[in-house]
C-alpha cells in the first residue's frame, strides 16, 4: 500500500513531505509525492480548456508543469538527504493540473493502493477560507481513505506567517 503525501512549495509543505516520509518509513510503506499546479483561470472550470488555450498558453502550462516537476524533485531529493532511503519503500511523483483537492482526490480514487493521504493544514483567515476554502476540509470531506492532516506547531506556525 501507499501514502500519497500532498505537496505544496510553502514552508508547510516542505514540513508535509518531511513528516510524510517518514511516516512512510516507519510504516512500511510506499510514498508518492504529490503536488498540483493551480489553474491560472479558475472561473473557465468546467470547460475543455485546450479548446479555449492559444497554442502560446499549452506552451506556458506546459513549462509550469516541467518546473513544478523539477522543484518537487528537488523537494524529494531534501526529504531523502535528510531521512535516508529504504529499499524496501518505493517512491513515485506525480504533478497534475488543477484544483490541488480535486485533483487529489481524482488520484487517489483512480489509485486504488492509496490507503493513506497527508496534507498540510495553513490556517487561513476566516474570510479566506470562505472565499479560497481548505484544501485539507477538501481532501478529509471527499476522500475515499483516511487522510492525515499536518498542522505545525504553534511556534513553528507563528514564525512561518509573514
Not at 24 to 34: E, I, T, Y
Not at 55 to 65: L, V
Not at 68 to 78: C, I, M
Not at 104 to 118: C, E, F, G, P, R
Request: charged fraction near 30%; glycine fraction near 4%.
Amino acid at each position: 500500500m501507499k501514502i500519497l503525501i500532498a505537496v505544496d512549495f510553502s514552508p508547510v509543505g516542505r514540513e508535509v513531505a518531511h513528516h510524510g516520509y517518514r511516516i512512510a518509513l516507519n510504516s512500511g510503506k510506499d510514498a508518492m509525492f504529490f503536488h498540483s499546479v493551480p489553474q491560472t483561470a479558475r472561473l473557465l472550470a468546467g470547460y475543455d480548456m485546450n479548446m479555449i488555450l492559444t497554442e502560446a498558453e499549452k506552451r506556458n502550462r506546459q513549462e509550469i508543469k516541467t518546473a513544478a516537476t523539477s522543484k518537487l524533485d528537488k523537494v524529494v531529493e531534501d526529504v531523502l538527504a535528510e531521512s535516508g532511503k529504504k529499499d524496501s519503500t518505493k517512491i513515485d511523483e506525480y504533478v497534475a493540473s488543477g484544483e490541488a483537492a480535486e485533483e487529489i482526490i481524482k488520484y487517489v480514487k483512480a489509485h486504488d493502493d492509496i490507503d493513506l493521504i497527508i496534507v498540510g493544514y495553513k490556517s487561513y483567515s476566516a474570510i479566506e477560507e470562505i472565499l479560497v476554502g481548505s484544501t485539507a476540509a477538501k481532501v478529509a470531506r471527499y476522500a475515499p481513505c483516511s487522510v492525515l492532516i499536518y498542522r505545525p506547531d504553534k511556534e513553528e506556525k507563528d514564525a512561518l506567517k509573514f
